[in-house]
């Protein structure tokens, strides 16, 4: 099967964290089209276990209009390219003020494949000691505390927990067998 191709692009919108393109496209009928794309730069996201517990952290979503429970996760500012386990290890250290000594990746997922181009990567944090934040200035309002296996698989039963990533992350988690 032949795949979309892409006749043309230009850009809508940019600013720090993303741009929003409009792409021309062929579609493998032969038709035509135009897609809109939201580029992002890869993330990381971060499951810290230390023996039973969990850390998690908790900030408003300006989106949303709403407070939020997630793993800790993000892109490095400017955009930046760095490498996977580089990249998860500065969000938890950022967010939580906590240091790994083992990042175990998990799996890769695509945020919104139907409209962003945004790729992250799971990690599994252990060999956890703790530390200062060096939280971003939008992450002035976020806090973290630890919770039990038992407390977040009942927060995202409960619907506390409805960030689709960390869902998605707890998943590959439970399928590696931790």
Do not use: C
């Amino acid at each position: 099967m032949t795949e979309f191709q892409r006749l043309a692009s230009r850009e809508v919108y940019r600013n720090p964290w993303m741009t929003l393109r409009e792409d021309d496209i062929r579609r493998p009928d032969g038709t035509g089209g135009v897609y809109a794309v939201v580029d992002k730069p890869t993330y990381a996201l971060v499951i810290a276990m230390d023996g039973d517990r969990i850390r998690l952290v908790e900030q408003y979503r300006y989106p949303l209009g709403a407070r939020r429970w997630e793993f800790p996760q993000g892109t490095a500012p400017g955009g930046d390219a760095h490498p996977p386990a580089e990249l998860a290890a500065r969000e938890l250290r950022e967010e939580t003020g906590l240091r790994a000594s083992h990042f175990e990746p998990l799996g890769q997922l695509d945020v919104a494949p139907g409209l962003s181009s945004q790729r992250g990567w799971v990690f599994l944090a252990t060999g956890i000691t703790e530390g200062e934040h060096e939280r971003e200035l939008e992450e002035q309002d976020m806090h973290s505390e630890w919770f039990t296996r038992t407390e977040v698989e009942r927060m995202i039963r409960d619907g506390v927990i409805t960030d689709a990533q960390s869902v998605a992350a707890w998943a590959l988690l439970l399928l590696r067998g931790h």
